[in-house]
């Protein structure tokens, strides 16, 4: 049974992914863990205050953040009745992504599904700051983050986009795969081009990549003179494609202030799911 992690604020966005999420995965047996955090008073892991008993606030936001996650258990389970699927509750008393870590070491969590606002405008706009803080500092597990005007479609195409400057595991793309043969999806792996072409190390990194991926659908397409996002967001375009994806580089603390990762320059593109797949440690 597949593990699935879906943080809410019970807001619309939230909601969007977890339909979307529901129908990715109707025909799979899955545990759906539906997890709220709430701060109060600085009340939380890591905080040198001690609860008071019977504080009415904490208790409240307890409360209230059971309640809801309840009520989004009956909504869902009445209105998208499925055997395959069950759905737990977690509340916790932590920032979010403390909360989504606490998680992560309970459960073997396959992929954590966030809504984004889906709309035009700065990246911080688009994802949210929960999102982006979630994409920033969650490093074990896959994040796909769906915008909240996105429907569900039967997935057929998935963008993987790659430089092939970086030597990969096996394991980086182990979600991707799973993901690619549940649902019969063709993987089209994009390169932007540089001046000069692929250098031997990059021949040889996209060789590893199709050996890596050998049992799905995959064919290789490069675009070249254009911005990384830009070159992205082209592609998709002109081939409808259903979902990006893409290896998180794990940055140096100098390289985080200069450059951004990409799921922060794709924010102004974003029109379809993004999916970050975390790389393995060597």
């Given amino acids: 049974m597949k593990n699935i992690l879906l943080p809410t604020d019970f807001s619309e966005n939230a ?40 504080n009415e606030e904490l208790e409240k936001a307890k409360k209230n953040s059971e309640n809801g996650l309840q009520r989004l258990i009956e909504v869902i389970k009445k209105g998208y009745p499925n055997p395959k699927h069950h759905f737990f509750a977690v509340s916790y008393n932590y920032p979010l992504v403390e909360a989504i870590e606490h998680e992560l070491e309970q459960n073997d969590i396959e992929v954590i599904v966030i809504g984004t606002k889906g709309s035009t405008g700065a990246y911080e706009v688009i994802y949210g700051s929960n999102t982006i803080k979630i994409m920033d500092e969650v490093e074990s597990c ?83 003179h254009v911005s990384v996002p830009i070159g992205i967001y082209c592609f998709i375009e002109s081939r409808g494609s259903d979902m990006i994806a893409f290896v998180n580089k794990k940055h140096s603390f ?17 029109i379809i799911p993004v999916l970050v797949l975390q790389p393995t440690a060597k």
């Fill in 15 to 54: 909601w969007n992914a977890f339909l979307y999420t529901l129908h990715l995965y109707k025909n799979e047996s899955c545990k759906f863990i539906l997890l709220n955090s709430y701060q109060i008073n600085g009340y939380h892991k890591g905080s040198n205050l001690i609860p008071i008993p019977g």
């Fill in 142 to 224: 896959p994040i796909l983050a769906v915008p909240s005007n996105v429907p569900f479609f039967e997935i057929k195409e998935i963008v993987l986009a790659s430089s092939f400057k970086i030597t990969h595991n096996e394991k980086d793309f182990q979600y991707l795969k799973k993901l690619a043969l549940q649902t019969n999806t063709r993987i089209c792996v994009l390169h932007i081009e540089e001046e000069g072409g692929l250098s031997i190390s990059q021949k040889q990194n996209k060789h590893l990549l199709e050996s890596y991926l050998e049992e799905v659908q995959l064919s290789f397409h490069s675009l070249a």
């Fill in 254 to 270: 100098f390289e985080k202030l200069l450059f951004n990762p990409l799921y922060k320059d794709l924010g102004n593109y974003s």
